[in-house]
């Protein structure tokens, strides 16, 4: 990883090129030992260490600002993100996805074998804990996984002899012992599989529930509601299965996985409006940093400690930050005044970098102009940001 995130690489690639060559390194190199081994997490700070180096510049001899958390770069784009990933909750992911295979597979050898070398629990679906020096291996590490896996699965109800009654969560994915925590009390069998509880005598069929002892009148309304409950439920002559809760298909995602092992990000993010197709990454890059507010204007340097003077590199006139300098700024307003007047439109400029880019829609211009319309935004940031380092690197006077 050190050798592919070069820091001397780092030098003549824009950071977008950043960004895929990291993302590059993960797919080609961890992702095959993140499936199978449990990564110390000792390597993990290490590896993610060297990608944010590379990301933002520093390393052990230089020290450059990280403008963004690395929990916010490692988040999908629709959340802030860059799209990059953590490498513990991925390694999470990935081992967790055998337990699932685990639990659809029939027959395969690779399962026979864990089956005979650890034993099996909960009618099959997986194998007892491997415990001291005789569960040492892959395995081991995989089955830690296990607890947070079934609590994201469900069961589907074939013949009904492989899945708990009360216990297992098979009617709309919920446990009935849970919902109905004074019915299961009182049930003859609690062990009870939903096959031994169907009663096919019946003409088409029907739930035979059996209690210790009869009901109180307060008691039959939760009768009623199990009755209720049951009635869109129906055992057939297919096998049990499982299916996943996070996906529409029912099928394991990693995606999905890997964000239940994060903390979730509930802020929206105009990620529309960044990552316009056909648009240089470096663009998007500086228009994602502005959104964030992260961007390295004078007053940002400022609260890091920097003793400078806060003027407007572009008007010399009021304080700058990333919102004046790109929208409000007398300079800038030109060049969007221009622009925009190109297209015969007149726009109320809202307060922040990020109101722009949720606001800027382009149904109004039509088709054929559209795209075009999209990535404006993105070219004045790029204009005015650029010649905004030039008059700071290089000297010269404001406009």
């Known amino acids: 990883m050190r050798w592919k995130l070069a820091l001397w690489k780092r ?19 961890l992702l095959y030992h993140l499936s199978l081994f449990r990564m110390p997490k000792v390597v993990a700070r290490r590896l993610e260490k060297l990608q944010r180096d590379f990301l933002w510049g520093g ?36 081992l967790g996805k055998w337990v699932w295979r685990f639990a659809k597979s029939k027959d395969e050898l690779w399962k026979q074998v864990l089956l005979a070398k650890y034993g099996q629990e909960d009618f099959g ?63 003859a069998n609690r062990n009870a599989t939903v096959g031994e509880v169907w009663d096919q005598n019946s003409r088409f069929g029907g739930w035979n529930l059996r209690f210790l002892r009869a009901f109180n009148d307060w008691e039959m309304h939760l ?8 009635s869109s439920q129906r055992v057939n002559l297919e096998e049990d299965s499982v299916s996943w809760k996070e996906t529409k298909n029912g099928q394991f ?23 316009v197709e056909r648009v240089p990454t470096k663009l998007a890059f500086v228009a994602w940093e502005a959104t964030w507010g992260k961007a390295l204007t004078l007053d940002r340097l400022q609260k890091r400690g920097w003793q400078l003077p806060n003027r407007c590199f572009l008007c010399g006139c009021e304080e700058e930050n990333i919102n004046h300098l790109l929208i409000h700024c007398t300079v800038a307003r030109v060049l969007w005044e221009i622009v925009v007047g190109l297209f015969g439109v007149q726009w109320v400029f809202p307060k922040t970098v990020k109101e722009v880019l949720i606001s800027w829609k382009g149904s109004f211009v039509g088709k054929k102009r559209r795209k075009i319309w999209s990535s404006i935004p993105l070219y004045i940031f790029w204009t005015v940001w650029t010649e905004r380092n030039r008059l700071a690197f290089r000297g010269g006077g404001g406009c």
């Open 125 to 187: 679906w997986r194998t007892k804990k491997a415990n001291g020096a005789f569960g040492v291996g892959v395995w081991k590490e995989i089955m830690k996984e296990a607890d947070w896996c079934w609590e994201n699965m469900v069961f589907n109800v074939g013949m009904g002899t492989r899945i708990r009654f009360w216990t297992d969560p098979w009617c709309g994915g919920e446990v009935l012992s849970q919902r109905f925590s004074q019915l299961s009390d009182l049930a």
């Open 11 to 29: 030098q003549y690639i824009s950071k977008g090129r950043r960004i895929t060559l990291i993302k590059s390194t993960l797919a080609s190199m």
């Open 59 to 94: 390393g052990n001899l230089e020290r450059k600002a990280h403008l963004v958390k690395w929990e916010a770069v490692c988040t999908d784009k629709e959340k802030g993100g860059l799209g990059l990933r953590k490498l513990v909750p991925l390694n999470k992911a990935l």
């Open 253 to 275: 995602g990693a995606k999905k996985a890997y964000s239940l092992s994060i903390s979730p990000n509930v802020t929206f993010f105009p990620k529309k409006g960044i990552w």
């Open 223 to 230: 009768v009623v509601e199990l009755l209720q409950v049951l």
